[in-house]
């Protein structure tokens, strides 16, 4: 904010040529955006990129044909297509969810093959465009809340699958709403000094090094389940951190009573706040069947696990099982010690709300309730966000056929417990049985309310 001094008479013309200054400023900062908003409206990427064998998109036979759709189908749930393109309420894959982001409202797409509303009037190579290189058929820049980031490494016979089966689903007219962004972001144009900056465009190459499982794994990981939009953090323009890559990140999604709240997704790195005390079986059991000994599945990642990981072959689990235990740590420091009075509230709190199912000892019980102590990733989590989200409004379980094995759900806090309290119990459990999460504070849960 602008401090606004006192201006005395004989200060006037000082003022007057201060206030002319900060005039000419601002008009030069406009000038620049919009020379920037001129200037990138022309770098439209209408090139057709590099050459494609057009013959991918058009199989000979007919049992080639229904290969390919069934292929892409397969591909489609690998990809959690379905969880991003179809609403709640919504017909299968057209369109039409909303994503809030830092820069505004960014709306799913229709992807049935209708003709006016969705992807019925694109070729085949329109759609390897969207996906490789984050264009509309016209020549617009996508924006990247559709993660082309990750899709660009997909082979050019899995697109042609993928886009095999989207042709085949029933077309569907639904026109989305229109997106909702802020200047300058509404302007597609300057998505092209972001891809200069941010985007590398490219099929996935595989590492000789590696067995043909780890690099099934990574382009499972890193290209169709684009799992890093999610476990990356990102920087101020929204793109991935290639520092930081699977350490952790945070995204706006629904808490189980429906409102709009930040999440944090967990680390999947080997570090010790990350997948290093899951076992291998532990982290192909979470994907094939949403639970292990340590933890069962909760909040965003129900649709993950229901309408993608689920679905994939076993080999293909333990590939990706493979993969991400390979990968290298990304250690978070430490959270901030709690003093004593913070940490005997919290005990407190915990021993009269949560003690009974999580057990004294932090380690649960199959029966009763998750495990707290060390291998909770949720726990861990250098932003507390998800943790608060369980407190606060519980944790929304998978419906069938995922049915919880706990015998009792856990309650709601949100009416129970006070700010303080709801902290400090945090603050208790992340702090004690090994954890190291540390310190969560009064603001940090007011946020989540």
Not at 125 to 130: H, K, M, T, Y
Not at 135 to 147: A, C, D, I, S, T
Not at 182 to 207: E, T
Not at 416 to 423: G, Q, R, S
């Amino acid at each position: 904010m602008l401090a606004v001094p006192f201006v005395r008479p004989s200060e006037n013309m000082v003022s007057t040529q201060q206030g002319f200054a900060r005039s000419r400023s601002l008009l030069l900062v406009a000038a620049v955006i919009f020379f920037i908003v001129a200037v990138a409206a022309f770098l439209r990427a209408d090139d057709a990129g590099p050459d494609v064998d057009e013959e991918i998109f058009n199989p000979g036979s007919s049992a080639d044909r229904e290969a390919q759709v069934e292929r892409g189908k397969y591909l489609a749930l690998a990809g959690n297509c379905a969880s991003c393109h179809t609403t709640g309420s919504g017909e299968f894959m057209a369109g039409g969810l909303a994503f809030d982001t830092p820069f505004g409202t960014v709306y799913s797409t229709n992807i049935t093959p209708d003709a006016e509303t969705g992807i019925g009037t694109w070729t085949g190579r329109q759609f390897l465009d969207s996906m490789r290189r984050g264009v509309r058929p016209n020549g617009e820049h996508l924006y990247p809340v559709f993660p082309y980031t990750a899709f660009t490494k997909v082979t050019d016979e899995d697109i042609a699958a993928l886009f095999a089966y989207f042709k085949s689903i029933p077309a569907i007219r639904m026109t989305v709403p229109d997106n909702d962004l802020a200047f300058p972001f509404s302007q597609r144009g300057l998505m092209s000094i972001w891809k200069a900056m941010f985007f590398d465009a490219g099929v996935y190459q595989p590492d000789d090094s590696e067995s043909p499982e780890w690099n099934r794994g990574a382009y499972l990981v890193e290209a169709l389940a684009h799992c890093s939009a999610c476990h990356s953090p990102r920087n101020l323009l929204g793109a991935e951190d290639a520092d930081r890559h699977m350490a952790g990140g945070v995204y706006a999604d629904r808490v189980r009573t429906g409102e709009l709240r930040p999440w944090s997704a967990p680390n999947l790195t080997s570090a010790s706040t990350g997948l290093h005390l899951w076992s291998h079986e532990n982290v192909s059991a979470y994907l094939k069947t949403g639970q292990n000994e340590y933890v069962e599945t909760f909040g965003p990642m129900n649709e993950v696990i229901l309408n993608s990981t689920r679905h994939l072959r076993g080999d293909d689990v333990e590939a990706m099982a493979t993969y991400l235990k390979s990968l290298p740590p990304q250690e978070v420091r430490p959270g901030q010690t709690a003093d004593n009075s913070v940490l005997g509230m919290g005990r407190t709190v915990y021993n009269l709300h949560c003690g009974t199912c999580h057990l004294p000892t932090g380690l649960g019980d199959v029966e009763s309730a998750p495990r707290l102590a060390r291998a909770s990733l949720v726990v861990q989590e250098s932003n507390p966000a998800s943790m608060i989200n369980v407190i606060l409004y519980g944790p929304e379980l998978p419906q069938p056929p995922f049915p919880t094995r706990r015998r009792k759900p856990m309650e709601e806090f949100q009416y129970l417990l006070t700010d303080a309290e709801v902290a400090a119990v945090a603050t208790y459990i992340r702090s004690n049985w090994g954890n190291t999460g540390g310190r969560v504070t009064e603001k940090q849960v007011a946020a989540q309310r």
